[in-house]
């Protein structure tokens, strides 16, 4: 899916792999205000701040939880089965 974002919008990234990481680039390069990363593992956040995300989120497996405030944009790029 092609989510457009518009210049100071909130996108949340669901999952900082590759793809996610990119996501997060492409979101600052069109000018998002707010870029949360959501990942379960520490080291792929991480990337995620130096790629361009302003707001991190560690998730459980098993958290059901969705980023704070929500997101406008949002872009599932996890390998995890649903």
């Known amino acids: 899916m092609v989510e457009r974002v518009a210049a100071n919008e909130t996108v949340a990234v ?6 996610g990481l990119n996501a997060v680039s492409a979101a600052r390069i069109a000018g998002a205000s707010r870029i949360v990363a959501v990942d379960v593992q520490d080291g792929e956040l991480r990337r995620a701040l130096a790629f361009g995300a302003t707001d991190v989120v560690i998730r459980s497996r098993s958290d059901g939880s969705c ?7 949002t872009l599932r790029a996890s390998g995890a089965r649903s």
């Open 14 to 19: 669901i999952g900082a792999g590759g793809v």
């Open 67 to 73: 980023p704070p405030g929500g997101g406008l944009s």
